[in-house]
């Protein structure tokens, strides 16, 4: 006598309704750092990159010298940056740069950032020398990093200590940045508030 078989139920149960069919595709984030890279591809040409890296040691250079000029010809030179004397002038600039080194330095050292300006001849210097010679004098990357946080907090910290006597200076060491700021802070937070932000920031950047 046969045996009898069962018969399998070939038939796939049909879909649910409100199923969603599945892509295959997984999610993914967009690749950030493609455009780095591709920057870094454009900096292999060797003659792109000698430019480049001749151009930031010359500007590099160019600033640390109006700095250091502004630092012992401010005096004489902001009056005329103010006026904006043109060639007919009799009057000349005394910053070893002549009008450009006075005006760019004004710019930086009085209206931005004071003395900390000299972390953007640092960083022109370190990246210009590290394009062309392929040699870093110091680490780029935590130098970098740790310039830029201390160039804000140098501009302020000074702004905040020379801030009694600003009335009486003529130049401001924490540059317009650092006044202006600590002004700020100390009408929403007053003097203890405003010192006990620069003792916490200076422990973040000590961090580094």
């Known amino acids: 006598m046969a045996r009898k078989t069962k018969q399998r139920n070939t038939f796939k149960n049909p879909p649910k309704k409100g199923a969603k069919k599945s892509s ?15 920057l ?28 250091v000029s502004y630092l012992l010809t401010w005096k004489s030179d902001q009056a005329l940056v ?10 000349t600039y005394s910053n070893w740069l002549g009008s450009i080194g006075a005006e760019l330095s004004h710019l930086f050292m009085h209206e931005w950032f004071g003395v900390a300006s000299f972390f953007f001849v640092i960083a022109f210097l370190l990246i210009g020398v590290k394009m062309v010679f392929r040699k870093e004098l110091l680490p780029i990357k935590k130098t970098l990093t740790l310039s830029f946080f201390l160039l804000f907090w140098i501009s302020l910290f000074l702004g905040f200590l020379f801030d009694a006597t600003t009335d009486k200076l003529e130049y401001l060491p924490g540059g317009g940045f650092g006044y202006q700021i600590n002004q700020k802070l100390d009408f929403y937070v007053g003097p203890i508030g405003t010192i006990l932000i620069h003792i916490f920031t200076a422990a973040l950047i000590g961090l580094f």
């Not at 295959?24 to 591709?38: E, I, M, V």
């Not at 103010?82 to 009057?91: A, C, G, M, V, Y």
């Open 82 to 91: 103010l006026e904006q004397i043109t060639e007919s002038s009799e009057k």
């Open 24 to 38: 295959g595709k997984k999610f993914s984030l967009p690749d950030f750092g493609a455009p780095f890279r591709k």
């Open 40 to 67: 870094n591809e454009v900096f292999e040409n060797p003659s792109l990159r000698l430019s480049i890296g001749f151009f930031l040691l010359l500007c590099g250079s160019f600033m640390g010298i109006a700095f």
